[in-house]
């Protein structure tokens, strides 16, 4: 299942290493907040967003380590771009 979501890549010195931690970890993007669609409709991500923190459509998985990563669906987001495009032209 898809969901959109703002996403950081994985930075030790922010997010830390335990014995725990999943290996491979660092080719991931972390979570840092899942969307409802209201939230996404009515624009309260965009004071989240930062240089490090993006918005994208992603496909959730937790590591064995219990980390929650997101791997990015870029062909969805274009997708959304052009419905998004469609609707504004036509309001």
Not at 15 to 33: L, M
Request: glycine share 4%; hydrophobic share 35%.
């Amino acid at each position: 299942m898809y969901n959109i979501a703002l996403i950081t890549p994985y930075n030790e010195t922010e997010h830390g290493r335990t014995q725990c931690t999943s290996k491979g970890i660092e080719n991931h993007n972390i979570i840092v907040y899942v969307l409802e669609l209201e939230d996404f409709y009515n624009n309260y991500y965009k004071n989240l967003i930062s240089k490090n923190i993006s918005l994208n459509i992603v496909e959730l998985k937790e590591l064995p380590g219990l980390e929650v990563v997101g791997i990015v669906k870029i062909m969805w987001l274009r997708i959304l771009q052009k419905k998004i495009k469609n609707y504004l032209r036509q309001q």
